[in-house]
């Protein structure tokens, strides 16, 4: 498996699965790090060097670009933070089809859950409240998820068909 640079200095990298135009993922992926305050660079890049206690096996955190997000239920979710801010998949559907100022919004809001994760943040809830406050975090950060909202709202029939095959992947004998 051909890996792709995301963050060289830090040796950090991801599959180039091919699902997407992976070496364009992680261009966006390293303009978007670079946009994020300092303090919060330093708290995900300490956070990543402190073995994940839920998977000891996770020394870097995996960042994935797939058809199908993985034990994820909402089927029109594109992106998820997960084991405690050290897996982010992205769905490659949408990553194809957004631009890159969408994509950019989209990786800073799952970063953005990751760095709750990694200063044990009070917003950390995991409903709809911490969603609230990624969203506030992001306006802080200088990240607009408008430019997300008004994506979608250009896109309807592709969110329909995200969902829709979302559904079909699990219930394969349908
Ligand atoms: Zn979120």
Redesign the pocket.
């Known amino acids: 498996m051909n890996r792709v640079a995301l963050l060289p200095r830090h040796g950090m990298t991801m599959p180039a699965f091919g699902y997407s135009d992976d070496e364009r993922f992680a261009r966006v992926f390293r303009a978007t790090w670079k946009r994020l305050p300092l303090h919060v660079r330093r708290a995900l890049l300490r956070h990543w060097r402190t073995p994940c206690s839920i998977t000891t096996l996770l020394r870097q955190p995996v960042i994935e670009v797939l058809p199908f997000l993985s034990r994820v239920d909402d089927p029109c979710a594109v992106g998820v933070?997960r084991q405690e801010g050290y897996e982010f998949q992205f769905r490659s559907d949408a990553v194809n089809a957004m631009p890159d100022d969408a994509l950019a919004v989209l990786i800073a809001?799952?970063l953005c859950?990751g760095y709750f994760f990694s200063v044990q943040h009070p917003d950390r809830t995991g409903d709809e409240f911490?969603?609230d406050m990624?969203r506030e975090t992001l306006g802080a950060w200088d990240f607009d998820e408008e430019t997300i909202d008004e994506w979608y709202c250009a896109h309807p029939p592709l969110i329909a068909e995200l969902a829709e095959a979302s559904t079909a992947a699990k219930e394969p004998n349908r």
């Open positions: 933070c809001h799952e859950h911490e969603e990624v």
